[in-house]
């Protein structure tokens, strides 16, 4: 051992680690192995991988016997809570983080799932109607939010030149801030060895969209966010384009509870839908995985009919920074979730394995685990027809398809409540693709009736950054 530990700058300590903790098999790739695979050996912590592989400090569900349906304010208009939040949005008091660790493999695609056109006329991407959304916020209330979007090792580089290449969209790049999650090694599930990816290369995973906290806090991005007097950051995730970023009523709300987090909820469609379900538990938010929530509960209904248990989780956040702060320096906090996966992997006696079924544990931190430590905290409904259509399969559910069509139907109601008349079938679906660039509104209030009439609508049909009609070329 002591020649291959000298092959490479690697440290004793290091070695009589991983030897401890069952990661000896690791130091055989030393020879050859260049300084970068001696540096992530040094990065291991091999005591918490095997706490992690023996189940201890993972993730557990709240006390199911304890878990009641959870206070939610309806959704609608409320005149004080815009107001409160459109003042904070003025003073520069609200940032916005973007998850974009995702890529788009399930779509087809070698990109970051953020470079997937969606637009259902412009084929505008997942990252330029999210990107124009903060700009359009900017030109509203004086003041454009901060910007962050995390991104992983898998992501980083090309979103970051997909940016740089579209003028970062009209932002500002100052205002603009990447920054990428941790990673966590895959084990073997049954021995607990860290899995190589190749000779002298660990197969790593990121560590899941609650590695934002962690490193949000360890770059530190939330004390620069502090510094220019953000007192409070909304967050979302990438794969969906109908959320309304930094929506001032959700903000005002959040202000005017005093809330340290507060979620977005949409109704679920019926128990078998795979959403997180909001509960309360001794006082304090909870999301339950659905897989989690009792059948008895998961179909429970209330007098109206309605699941009792139908809060579902959007992944629409606002957390207040000094709760981030304070969260992201208790790591107990936010436990790490198993999951069995199926992970290709090399052995010195094989070579490379393709596994036939699940073959290794992926260790990951959800956003939501932070919920329980928040007071007060805060629910608010959003109709799911205007903030959730997540873009995940290539084909079937949550489809390109079905996103766009979701976008067209948004852009019909939209213009509906505006005063102009759109022909659509039952289903609310337009006669032909409608979209509305979020450069022209954010709401049905930005659209201006009189520019926007018209009698054929047997066309795809696209609302431009000027607020006028644009017919595809």
């Given at each position: 051992m002591e020649t291959l530990i000298m092959s490479v700058p690697l440290s004793p300590q290091c070695a009589s680690r991983l030897t401890a903790h069952g990661q000896g098999h690791l130091l055989r790739c030393l020879a050859g192995a260049g300084p970068d695979y001696a540096e992530s050996l040094e990065s291991l912590?091999?005591?918490?991988?095997?706490?992690?592989?023996?189940?201890?400090g993972l993730a557990s569900p709240p006390d199911l016997t304890s878990l009641e349906p959870p206070p939610v304010v309806p959704a609608g208009a409320n005149a004080a809570a815009r107001a409160a939040g459109e003042r904070a949005l003025r003073a520069?008091?609200?940032?916005v983080v973007l998850v974009a660790g995702g890529q788009g493999t399930r779509l087809g695609s070698d990109q970051p799932k953020g470079c997937f056109p969606v637009g259902p006329v412009s084929g505008a991407t997942l990252y330029q109607i999210h990107a124009e959304k903060v700009l359009a916020l900017g030109r509203k209330h004086g003041k454009t939010p901060v910007f962050l979007i995390m991104t992983s090792s898998a992501t980083d580089a090309a979103t970051r030149d997909f940016f740089s290449e579209h003028g970062h969209f009209g932002l500002n790049p100052a205002d603009v801030w990447f920054f990428r999650q941790g990673e966590m090694p895959a084990v073997d599930r049954q021995t607990g060895r860290i899995l190589l990816e190749a000779p002298g290369k660990l197969f790593t995973a990121?560590?899941?969209h609650g590695g934002c906290l962690a490193a949000l806090s360890r770059q530190g991005w939330l004390d620069k966010l502090a510094a220019r007097g953000v007192s409070d950051l909304f967050y979302f995730q990438v794969d969906n384009p109908l959320v309304a970023i930094a929506d001032p009523v959700f903000i005002g709300h959040h202000i005017l509870k005093g809330s340290q987090a507060s979620s977005k909820v949409i109704l679920r469609r019926?128990?078998?839908?795979?959403?997180?379900?909001?509960?309360?538990?001794?006082g304090r938010c909870h999301i339950v995985e659905y897989s989690d929530l009792p059948a008895a509960m998961g179909t429970a209904t209330a007098a109206d009919g309605s699941l009792l248990f139908g809060a579902g989780n959007p992944a629409i956040h606002l957390f207040s920074v000094p709760f981030l702060t304070r969260a992201a320096a208790g790591d107990s906090l936010m436990p790490y979730h198993a999951a069995v996966k199926k992970v290709p992997f090399w052995m010195e006696e094989c070579g490379h394995v393709k596994p036939g079924t699940e073959n290794a544990l992926k260790f990951e931190k959800?956003?939501?685990?932070?919920?329980?430590?928040?007071?007060?905290?805060?629910?608010?409904?959003?109709?799911?027809?205007?903030e959730f259509a997540p873009l995940k399969n290539a084909q079937g559910a949550d489809s390109p398809q079905e996103v766009r069509a979701a976008l067209s139907r948004l852009a019909a109601r939209w213009l509906a409540a505006a005063g102009i008349r759109v022909p659509v079938d039952p289903a609310g679906h337009p006669t032909?693709?409608?979209e509305i660039s979020p450069l022209a509104a954010l709401e049905p209030?930005?659209?201006?009736?009189?520019?926007?009439?018209?009698t054929d609508w047997s066309i795809p049909l696209h609302v431009g950054p000027d607020g006028n009609w644009k017919e595809p070329r």
């Open positions: 912590d091999p005591a918490l991988l095997a706490s992690l592989f023996k189940g201890e520069g008091q609200v940032a990121p560590d899941g019926d128990p078998s839908e795979k959403l997180g379900v909001f509960a309360r538990s001794r959800f956003m939501f685990d932070v919920l329980p430590h928040a007071d007060p905290w805060l629910l608010v409904e959003t109709p799911r027809e205007d032909a693709p409608l209030n930005d659209l201006n009736p009189e520019r926007l009439r018209r």
